[in-house]
C-alpha cells in the first residue's frame, strides 16, 4: 500500500511539476473553450445586429396603396416603387446585392381581388430575393411571415366583414385554459435542450482526451522507454505498481474533465450572447442531485477510460501502436456520443442503459432535460463500473506476465 | 573444464563470506518469437533458445564477469536473476530465496542496472533515488545518507536538481548506478556497465565495482570487451549461445586454452564452440 501512494505521488508529479503539461491540460483548454465560444458568440451577435440595423431597400412592381400605406405605417425600410419594364433590370440589382427584395403585384390586383368570384384564377404575388444573402433573405422573411399575412387578412375582411365564416372549427381555444400551456417552450427549457444534446457528446468525448494524452504515455511510454522494468526490479508489487499508475490517471483525467464541463458552462452564456436567459437555464442544472448524479457518471466512466487505455498500453509493443488501437476506441466513443444527439426526446429503452459509453452519456442528456430514472442510472453506472473493475483486474494480472511487460 | 576452486569451510560455521550467495542450476531461458521477431533473426523457427542449461555459483567478495558476444544470453541470464523473467527450466536461488517463489525478498538483495532499463527522463536524479528508496521501503533519513554517499562518490551533485533528459551519457549512467545501490544492496549485477562511457567515467565504475567487492559483496557484470574482463574479474565464465563453454580465473583459462591473452582464448573457444548456430553474433 505504501508503494502504491509512492508510484502515484511521482505519476502526479509528473505533471504538476511540468508548467507546460499543467497549462496544456487543464489551462490551454479551458481558455480555449472560452475564447472560442466567446467569439463564436461576439459573431453570431454582430451578425445578427448587422442584419436588424441594415434598412432593407423593397422594390415593388403595381404596389396597392393599401399594402403601402400598411407597410410604411410600421417599418423603416426603404420602399421603391418600380414598373413593370424595370422587372429584369431590377431582378438583376437583387442578385447583385444592391436591391433586397423586389415584389411583383399583377397587374389590376385591387380590382380582381375585390371582384373575385368563385373559380375565378386567384392572383398572384411574386417575390424575387436572393437566398445565399443574408439581408436579401431576412427581408424576405419578413414579408413572408408579417406583411403578406396581415395583408391578407386585411383582405378577408373587406371580403367577409367576420371572419369566422373561414373557421369552420378551432382546436385547443385558449379559452378556459392556463395561457402557458399553449407555450410549447419556456426559454430555460429550450436552453436545457440545447445543453442536452450538446453535453453529454462533449463530456463523453472530452473525458476520453485524458487518459488518451496521459495513459498512453504512462504505460506503453515507459514501457518504451524502459523505465518501468526500473520499478520492476525493486520489491514492490507489482499490484500496487499498476494501481498507483491508474489511480493517478483517473484523478488527472477527472479533473481535466471537470475543467472542460466548468469551461463550458462559463463559455455557453457567452455563445448564447445573452447572460440572463443563458444564466437561468444552467441554473436548472446547478441543483445538487443532477449536479451528483452527472459527477458519479463521469467518475465511473473515468474508471472505465482509464482501465480500457490502460488495457490496450499495456498490451501494446510501443507507443506507436498504443496509440493507433486506442484512436480507434476514440472514433467509437465519437460515435456513442453523436448518437445521443439524435436520440430525440422519447424515453430510450432501459437495455440502452447498459451500453458502455452511450448509456452514460443518455444518463447525462436526461439529467439536463431532467427525468432520469434511478434504475436507468443504477444499471449505467454498475454496468461501466463492473467493465472497468474486470479490465482493472486483468490489467494487474498482465503485470505479472513477463511476455507483457518486458515484451519478451 | 575448469571449476573454481574453493575450500569447504573446515568448521562448517555460516561465516557468511563462504556462503554461496547467487546459485544458477542448469538455467534454460526459451523464448517465443512473434513474426515480426522471426523475420529480424532470418528464422523459421518460433522457439529461440537464449539461455542453455547454465550453472554458476557466486560467492561474496568476488567480481564475475560473464563475457561472451552480442546475443550469447548475458542479458537475458542476468533478467532471470533479478526476477524479471521466470526460467523455462532450472532455478536460481539468490540469498538462499528462490526467484519465482520470493522474488520480492530477492528483489530486495540485489541493485541491478541493465542499458535498457532507464531513469524516467522528466525527473531529476535526487528525486529519482528518493523515489526508488520509498520503493524499496527505505525511511527518509536512510535516503538523505545514501543519496549523500553515492551523489558525493560518483560526482552527482552537481546535476542532482537537473531533470535526466538533459543530462549527458555519462551522467545519466553515473544517476542510474547511483539510483540502483540506493538500498545498499548485498549483490550487484550490472549489465555492461562501461559501455558508451568515456575512459574516465568507466574506471570510476570499475573503481567502485572493485570497492565493493573488497566490503564482500558479489558484483556480478556481464561484458564483451576484454580487457575489461581481464582487468577487473576475479573470474570469468565465457557464454556462446547460450551455453556456458569455460569458467575460471585469468590464468585457468590461459591455462586451458593454452592462449596467450583473453581474446585468444575466446577464439578458440569460439571456433570450436560457436559454429554449432549460425546466429552467434560477432564482436562489434
Ligand atoms: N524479448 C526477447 N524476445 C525474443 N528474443 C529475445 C528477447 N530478448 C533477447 N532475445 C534473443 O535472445 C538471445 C540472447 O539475447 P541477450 O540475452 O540479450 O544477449 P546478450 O545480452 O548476450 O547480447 C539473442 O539471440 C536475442 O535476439
Ligand atoms: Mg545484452
Known amino acids: 500500500m505504501k508503494a502504491l501512494r509512492v508510484v502515484m505521488k511521482k505519476e502526479l508529479d509528473r505533471v504538476f511539476h511540468d508548467k507546460k503539461l499543467v497549462f496544456s491540460l487543464f489551462i490551454l483548454p479551458a481558455v480555449m473553450m472560452i475564447a472560442l465560444y466567446g467569439l463564436m458568440g461576439m459573431l453570431a451577435g454582430q451578425m445578427m445586429a448587422d442584419i436588424a440595423e441594415h434598412e432593407s431597400i423593397v422594390y415593388v412592381v403595381n404596389a396597392p396603396s393599401d399594402f403601402k400605406n400598411l407597410v410604411l405605417e410600421d417599418s423603416d425600410l426603404v420602399w421603391n416603387d418600380a414598373a413593370a419594364d424595370q422587372v429584369t433590370a431590377l431582378k438583376e440589382e437583387v442578385r447583385a446585392g444592391e436591391a433586397d427584395l423586389m415584389i411583383v403585384f399583377p397587374e389590376q390586383f385591387s380590382e380582381s381581388v375585390a371582384n373575385f368570384q368563385a373559380g375565378d384564377p386567384v392572383p398572384e404575388i411574386k417575390t424575387y430575393y436572393n437566398p445565399a444573402d443574408d439581408y436579401s433573405s431576412n427581408a424576405r422573411d419578413i414579408f413572408g411571415e408579417y406583411y403578406f399575412p396581415e395583408y391578407e387578412e386585411q383582405l378577408l375582411k373587406e371580403r367577409f366583414s367576420d371572419l369566422s365564416v373561414l373557421t369552420p372549427f378551432v382546436v385547443d381555444s385558449a379559452e378556459g385554459q392556463e395561457e402557458e400551456s399553449s407555450i410549447v417552450t419556456n426559454e430555460g427549457q429550450a436552453e436545457g435542450q440545447f445543453l442536452g444534446m450538446l453535453f453529454p457528446y462533449l463530456i463523453v468525448m472530452l473525458l476520453f482526451t485524458g487518459p488518451m494524452s496521459l495513459g498512453v504515455d504512462a504505460i506503453a511510454g515507459e514501457k518504451e522507454r524502459g523505465t518501468l522494468a526500473s520499478m520492476l526490479i525493486t520489491p514492490a508489487p507489482r499490484r500496487d505498481i499498476v494501481l498507483g499508475k491508474l489511480f493517478s490517471l483517473e484523478i488527472l483525467s477527472f479533473l481535466s474533465a471537470i475543467v472542460y464541463a466548468l469551461s463550458m458552462i462559463i463559455a455557453i452564456p457567452f455563445l448564447a450572447g445573452d447572460l440572463t436567459s443563458s444564466a437561468s437555464g444552467v441554473k436548472s442544472l446547478v441543483n445538487v442531485t443532477s449536479v451528483l448524479e452527472i459527477i458519479l457518471v463521469m467518475v465511473a466512466l473515468v474508471f472505465l477510460y482509464v482501465a480500457v487505455v490502460a488495457t490496450l498500453s499495456v498490451r501494446a509493443k510501443s507507443i506507436k501502436e498504443a496509440s493507433s488501437t486506442v484512436s480507434v476506441i476514440y472514433i467509437l466513443v465519437v ?39 434511478l434504475p436507468a442510472f443504477l444499471v449505467s453506472t454498475l454496468v461501466t463500473l463492473a467493465l472497468g473493475a474486470v479490465l482493472t483486474w486483468m490489467i494487474t494480472r498482465a503485470f505479472d506476465d513477463e511476455r507483457v511487460v518486458m515484451n519478451a | 573444464m575448469l571449476y573454481w576452486y574453493h575450500p569447504i569451510n573446515p568448521t562448517g560455521g555460516s561465516c557468511l563470506h563462504e556462503e554461496i550467495m547467487i546459485e544458477i542450476q542448469n538455467l534454460t531461458k526459451i523464448y517465443k518469437l512473434n513474426k515480426k521477431q522471426m523475420a529480424e533473426q532470418k528464422t523459421k523457427n ?35 536473476i533479478a526476477t524479471l523473467l521466470k526460467p523455462t527450466e532450472g532455478h536460481i536461488t539468490v540469498g538462499g530465496y528462490d526467484t519465482i517463489k520470493d522474488s520480492a525478498k530477492v528483489r530486495r538483495q540485489i541493485g541491478f542496472l541493465t542499458n535498457d532499463i532507464k531513469l524516467d527522463p522528466q525527473f531529476s536524479p535526487a528525486y529519482l533515488i528518493r523515489f526508488f528508496g520509498q520503493l524499496h521501503g527505505l525511511d527518509d533519513e536512510t535516503i538523505r545518507r545514501r543519496q549523500e554517499e553515492l551523489f558525493t562518490y560518483f560526482g552527482i551533485h552537481d546535476f542532482e536538481n537537473k531533470k535526466v533528459d538533459e543530462l549527458s551519457t555519462g551522467m545519466k549512467q553515473k544517476a542510474a548506478i547511483a539510483v540502483s545501490l540506493v538500498h545498499d544492496p548485498d549483490i550487484i549485477i550490472f549489465d555492461e556497465p562501461t559501455s558508451g562511457l568515456d575512459i574516465i567515467t568507466a574506471r570510476g565504475v570499475t573503481d567502485y565495482l572493485k570497492e565493493m567487492k573488497n566490503a564482500g559483496k558479489i558484483v556480478l557484470i556481464s561484458t564483451h570487451i576484454m580487457s575489461e574482463a581481464e582487468k577487473l574479474c576475479d573470474r570469468i565464465g565465457i557464454i556462446i549461445n547460450g551455453r556456458k563453454v569455460c569458467e575460471g580465473t585469468l590464468a585457468q583459462i590461459l591455462a586451458e586454452t593454452h592462449a596467450q591473452d583473453l581474446e585468444d582464448a575466446f577464439f578458440h573457444l569460439y571456433t570450436t564452440h560457436g559454429h554449432l548456430e549460425e546466429e552467434g553474433g560477432a564482436f562489434r
Open chain 1, 335 to 373: 460515435v456513442a456520443g453523436v448518437m445521443t444527439m439524435f436520440s430525440g426526446n422519447t424515453d430510450p429503452a432501459l437495455w440502452r442503459y447498459e451500453i458502455p459509453v452511450y448509456g452514460s452519456a443518455l444518463c447525462i442528456q436526461k439529467v439536463i432535460t431532467g427525468g432520469l430514472t
Open chain 2, 46 to 80: 518460433a522457439l529461440k533458445v537464449a539461455v542453455d542449461d547454465l550453472s554458476l555459483s557466486l560467492k561474496p567478495g568476488e567480481i564475475y564477469g560473464l563475457l561472451g558476444p552480442n546475443g550469447a544470453g548475458k542479458t537475458t541470464t542476468l533478467r532471470c
